[in-house]
């Protein structure tokens, strides 16, 4: 019992906090709830966000391109650039091998970029790598060791960025991914002769950038005729506005060099058919890019479904498939004809793919006793057939 004018303990009102362990309870749920706020707000953002959010952190980056680029490879590592720059961060494109097809010369030229040629990684200034149309470097000594902070790619492969990854196989072109990326930022595109006159800045894709963009997806598309997804099409829409005409006729028609007509005439005059398949052997060529070319050609041919156009350069055998049946995956095909030969790679879509083999290890250097070229011939034969 209280004592007689006191009151009991449990009447008086409660005027002191509660337990510590409440009190940072509380706190904790607070800052959890902020904190997970955040983390759904960036899961939020579109791609092209969150690609020019990571971009904007570095002082400088690196770009770099797959060995001797075309021009969906070159247009990306441009959009990747303006991307940087409207983010105060400085970047130079990189590149190993050459850009000799009369296309790609033209592309360089016409838009008047510039590219950096490297023979090794030691020759990249910059500490942070984007790669660009390609997953995994390559061509270049050291690549195998480059830790990319960011890749951008339409190639199927097991490369990623440390920050950042968009890989989609889906996408006829890696120009679509960065159309998209324009459109997710709030970018516009101008007329050319709009932009030349008064000149834009800020959120406005130069001419010459939405140029590129669209020959890049219509290169790697056939002029969106293979390969194509819807996406394609959105990105060409969305570009549509600010091409110069006159300089992507001037890039999709160029003057085509002797060599690269009679690697074509050669292709066609000598193919070996068997069925729907076609195979031609070129032999020895000095423009590694005429024999994708010849495999266009011959593609084209009527009742031939597949093919692969194979040709010697720098001391290896050059690789480049077409398919439009169905039943032949033709990176699958390449990857899997070459397979018996160290130190030799091939792969792709569906509809394209390419490769390349030593010839010391055709030969039978190293591991393997190598294959003849009627082997090989063979071989690619029978991997159209669905035997291998």
Request: with cysteine.
């Amino acid at each position: 019992m209280p004592v007689a004018g006191t009151v009991a303990q449990t009447d008086l009102p409660s005027v002191i906090p509660g337990p510590p362990q409440v009190v940072i309870g509380g706190l904790l749920v607070v800052l959890l709830g902020i904190a997970g706020w955040f983390v759904f707000a960036r899961l939020l953002r579109s791609p092209g966000e969150r690609f020019a959010a990571v971009i904007g952190d570095y002082n400088e980056i690196a770009i770099v391109m797959h060995p001797n680029p075309d021009p969906d490879a070159m247009a990306c590592a441009l959009a990747t650039q303006l991307i940087a720059d409207r983010r105060d961060t400085d970047a130079t494109i990189y590149y190993s091998g050459q850009i000799r097809h009369h296309e790609n010369r033209a592309f360089e030229t016409v838009l008047d970029v510039d590219f950096e040629c490297i023979e090794s990684a030691d020759e990249i200034e910059e500490n942070d790598i984007v790669l660009v149309d390609h997953n995994e470097a390559r061509g270049f000594e050291g690549g195998e060791t480059t830790e990319p902070v960011a890749v951008v790619d339409h190639h199927p492969g097991e490369g990623t960025g440390e920050r950042f990854t968009d890989i989609r196989p889906v996408n006829g072109a890696c120009a679509t991914i960065f159309s998209e990326y324009f459109d997710n930022l709030g970018y516009e595109t101008v007329d050319p002769d709009r932009y030349e006159h008064n000149g834009f800045g800020g959120d406005t894709i130069p001419p010459r950038i939405a140029t590129g963009l669209i020959y890049g997806i219509q290169s790697d598309t056939k002029h969106l005729t293979n390969g194509c997804s819807s996406d394609e099409f959105t990105a060409a829409s969305f570009l549509y506005n600010g091409i110069d005409e006159d300089k992507l006729d001037r890039i999709a028609n160029p003057d085509m060099d002797a060599e690269s007509l009679e690697v074509k005439a050669e292709a066609i005059t000598d193919r070996e058919v068997r069925g729907p398949f076609a195979i031609s052997d070129v032999g020895s060529i000095s423009n590694i890019d005429a024999i994708p070319q010849a495999a266009d050609e011959l593609r084209r041919l009527e009742g031939i479904n597949a093919v692969v156009v194979l040709g010697d350069v720098d001391n290896r055998i050059k690789l480049s498939g077409r398919s439009k049946d169905d039943r032949v995956h033709m990176g699958k095909v390449l990857e899997t004809a070459v397979s018996e030969v160290p130190m030799a790679d091939g792969g792709g879509h569906a509809r394209m793919g390419g490769g390349q083999i030593p010839i010391d290890h055709m030969h039978g250097l190293g591991p393997g006793e190598g294959l003849t070229r009627d082997e090989l011939v063979e071989r690619l034969f029978d991997a159209m057939n669905g035997e291998l």
